[in-house]
């Protein structure tokens, strides 16, 4: 396979290519009523679908065997021997509750200048900061279409919002000051800080640094709820146990920012960094979307080498900092509310004694990976070379150490065709 690189970082604010919607994401704002209907052809723009199921795998087992007898093949695996794998010391993760698995694009929920303008007003006040903030000086919106004044500082070089409503869309509002920070994208809010971190360290920054994790990198343990769930640190008013935060968490992103969840999606709070902050500390935690009871693959930022140069990876980046009892005080990632529309579903998909069998048959022999843990998953990519549409495809996520290198590796097999999709990142621990 051939090899790139892709760099994933920290999102810069302010920046309009962000806001820009895709040609995929312009197709569904053309007529929204149209998603999740039946006659819809063969051939999206993210996938063609029926040269998708030509691809189907002939060894595909029924789900729920497959969920009976997991115990039994996970041990096969456990005791094979193969070229380039090890599984050893692998943790199988619990298969998901579900009937059936599907392929599904991504959409645009769509948002009005007015909704934009609305959500932010709303915000404000919930924060308390409604009557110190200048809605009509404050609130800009970065678009391509309208440019920027570079004479000015950010984000006082894009235009007012008040005199641009007639726009079609509202994606792409922002405040951005030393008292709070939202912006808005397609789905709705994509990052905010309410400003207590900045307040509290007494910066004399934006904060937009609050939201992207600035503060956040003395970390002092991390590990997922279920280990750290009951140990509790003091925060800024108070102490408050790692399960009381991730709980706040997710109620808040539950209730919709703005947007409810779109239809199919929960969320559950997997990991936590515990970071210190001043002389107190706070949590950031890993928000992640499950779509009828299966995860949806997340990652961190990061730089990683993806090997295969028709595809990439849209993992979700999701990241929630609460330094109170109040709950999140700022966040940065994917929005809940991005529509999903299926494509195709089945209720039969490769078996893990399978999956571990093709990948090793198709991943090189000199190839030494330690495999530390496997999951059922829906990975998100972009299939095609330049495309922008994001497709979720159900995948067994194979993530290990390649001893070659001593790497990081995440490891994507799709459960109904067997192609494979995989990366490396980072020296491993």
Request: aromatic share 10%; charged share 25%; hydrophobic share 30%.
């Amino acid at each position: 396979m051939n090899k790139h690189h892709k760099t994933i970082l920290i999102p810069a604010i302010c920046i309009a290519a962000f806001f820009t919607m895709s040609a995929c994401a312009d197709s569904k704002m053309a007529d929204t009523q149209q998603k999740n209907t039946a006659d819809k052809s063969d051939t999206q723009q993210g996938i063609d679908i029926a040269a998708y199921e030509k691809k189907l795998a002939d060894n595909r087992e029924n789900y729920k065997l497959g969920c009976e007898q997991y115990s039994t093949d996970t041990d096969a695996v456990k005791n094979t021997d193969y070229r380039n794998l090890s599984f050893t010391n692998c943790t199988f993760k619990d298969m998901p509750e579900t009937d059936e698995l599907y392929v599904m694009e991504g959409g645009v929920h769509g948002i009005t200048t007015q909704e934009s303008w609305d959500t932010i007003k709303d915000w404000l006040e919930s924060i308390g900061k409604l009557d110190t903030t200048d809605m009509d000086s404050e609130v800009r919106i970065v678009n391509s279409d309208l440019g920027m004044d570079d004479t000015k500082e950010t984000p006082y070089s894009y235009p007012a919002l008040k005199d641009h409503m007639d726009l079609a869309s509202g994606a792409g509002a922002l405040v951005n000051t030393n008292e709070c920070h939202i912006q808005i994208a397609d789905n709705g809010i994509y990052s905010m800080s309410d400003g207590k971190i900045g307040a509290y360290l007494n910066t004399d920054a934006h904060a937009s640094s609050d939201a992207l994790g600035t503060y956040t990198d003395d970390v002092v343990k991390s590990g997922t709820i279920d280990e750290l769930g009951k140990e509790s640190y003091q925060l800024i008013n108070g102490e408050l146990t790692i399960e009381q935060g991730a709980e706040l968490t997710g109620e808040y992103f539950e209730k919709g920012t703005p947007f409810v969840p779109t239809d199919g999606i929960t969320l559950s709070v997997p990991e936590v960094r515990v970071f210190r902050l001043g002389q107190v500390y706070g949590y950031d935690y890993m928000v992640q979307r499950q779509y009828h009871g299966v995860p949806i693959a997340y990652h961190d930022y990061g730089n990683y080498q993806i090997y295969g140069n028709e595809y990439n990876f849209e993992e979700d980046i999701k990241h929630a900092y609460v330094v109170d009892s109040d709950g999140v005080s700022a966040y940065a990632g994917v929005n809940d509310s991005e529509p999903l529309e299926n494509l195709y579903s089945s209720d039969e998909i490769l078996g893990i004694k399978d999956a571990a069998d093709i990948l090793s048959g198709k991943m090189a022999k000199f190839l030494n990976v330690d495999v530390q843990s496997v999951c059922l998953t829906y990975v998100p990519l972009n299939l095609e070379d330049g495309s922008e549409c994001k497709i979720y495809l159900p995948a067994w996520q194979f993530d290990g150490i390649n001893r070659t290198k001593d790497e990081n590796i995440r490891m994507y097999l799709d459960a109904f065709t067997g192609e494979v999709y995989y990366y490396t990142y980072g020296e491993a621990a």
